[in-house]
């Protein structure tokens, strides 16, 4: 399998143009369960357009609006292409949220399907530690299943400490600074 560069995945902050992309990614490289919180519609499973609606709006009221409850990033991967030319991707999106606790942010991401194994979520989440301690956090915080092994695997790497629940969740601690 191809791996990408790590110094070709660039985070951009969301905007309306990168939000437009990022749901073309979603729609096509991922379920709508993995991307945003469950909507109420009922009816097929997929991306129906009462989803992609629900896609824009959570996005729009949680990072684009005039006061954000979170930091949006689109993450951009560079590849050559067929032509031989270096081509942007949108390959799926990342977050920092304030966290559970004081000083603290909550990390978060998704990628498409054909980016998944190639060492760009690594990447991605190198970037969001780095920005985190940037903004003064003490901690970051993370969740996922125990059905994720790679994004456990990740956690581990940076440092972070997984701990399983019963429930089927996983948590982790990453600290960014020691306290003063």
Do not use: C, K
């Amino acid at each position: 399998m191809e791996t990408a560069i790590p110094d070709l995945v660039t985070l951009r902050p969301l905007d309306e143009e990168l939000l437009s992309a990022l749901l073309a990614t979603a729609v096509a490289e991922a379920d709508p369960r993995e991307v945003m919180p469950p909507t109420e519609e009922d009816g097929p499973a997929g991306w129906t357009e009462p989803r992609r609606e629900a896609f824009l709006r959570f996005h729009r009221s949680r990072s684009l609006g005039p006061e954000p409850a979170e930091d949006v990033y689109a993450v951009v991967v560079a590849e050559t292409g067929e032509t031989g030319r270096v081509e942007e991707t949108v390959a799926g999106a990342a977050r920092l949220v304030p966290g559970p606790e004081p000083d603290t942010v909550e990390a978060g991401l998704w990628l498409g399907r054909s980016y998944r194994g190639r060492g760009v979520g690594t990447a991605v989440f190198a970037r969001l530690v780095e920005t985190a301690r940037e903004s003064g956090a003490a901690r970051l915080f993370a969740r996922t299943s125990t059905a994720n092994a790679a994004t456990r695997r990740m956690l581990t790497a940076a440092g972070a400490e997984p701990e399983r629940h019963q429930d089927g969740t996983v948590t982790a601690w990453l600290t960014l600074r020691r306290p003063a």
